[in-house]
């Protein structure tokens, strides 16, 4: 099985129950698990062509997979979320809203404003998922950086990688963890197609500019 990685993407490969090589130099973003049953390949969202075995980026990180854990079984009520991303992939935006549909309920109500400031691009997307959750999406220019928050009349939980690390200008944790890749990669289908097509219109309705 191959797990086919983002440029400067890293994957957490210290997991006993995995062997890896990457001696395969004609593809240099490509890891292979030697110990694993399965498809030829896992590819990441962003790869143009959706077919086969696709992971989104945001179920790819621990701190992801534990949170919406925690949501799943104690909170899954009325709640704001709010996700931001420090990119130079602004088709984050696409992909983060049909993964957070997937774990909190379809998409509605998007509005979007987007801007730059000198070299700097954001965009905003406020939403809302499901019957009960409310987002705010935010993408700025930059090198990798998530910032997670969720507040409810429950619970408050927060996450940064940046502070993951004592180094500021080496945020080099956002290792992708190969137990979350494998577990929650979805079959591209028409059924995705479909959810894609409607996300990219109400991003286009929601005034994306």
Not at 41 to 59: M, V
Not at 142 to 168: C, K, N, P, V, Y
Request: hydrophobic content about 40%; aromatic content about 12%.
């Amino acid at each position: 099985m191959k797990i086919v990685l983002e440029k400067d993407r890293q994957l957490l490969m210290h997991s006993p129950l995995y062997r890896f090589t990457n001696e395969n130099s004609d593809e240099p973003n490509t890891v292979t698990i030697l110990q694993l049953p399965a498809a030829d390949a896992y590819k990441p969202f962003s790869i143009s062509d959706k077919q086969g075995w696709i992971y989104f980026d945001l179920w790819s990180y621990s701190f992801a997979i534990q949170l919406q854990e925690v949501l799943k079984a104690h909170d899954t009520v009325k709640g704001v979320l709010r996700l931001r991303r420090t990119t130079n992939n602004f088709s984050y935006i696409e992909e983060d809203i049909i993964a957070l549909s997937e774990w909190f309920g379809t998409v509605r109500n998007v509005s979007v404003r987007s801007n730059e400031i000198g070299e700097n691009h954001y965009t905003i997307v406020l939403c809302e998922f499901g019957e009960s959750i409310m987002a705010h999406l935010e993408y700025w220019t930059g090198q990798g950086r998530i910032e997670f928050e969720w507040s409810s009349h429950l619970h408050i939980a927060e996450f940064d990688s940046l502070q993951m690390t004592g180094d500021s200008d080496n945020n080099q944790n956002l290792f992708k963890n190969i137990d979350a890749v494998h577990q929650y990669a979805v079959q591209w289908n028409n059924i995705y197609d479909e959810k894609l097509a409607a996300v990219r219109l109400l991003l286009q309705r929601g005034e994306l500019r």
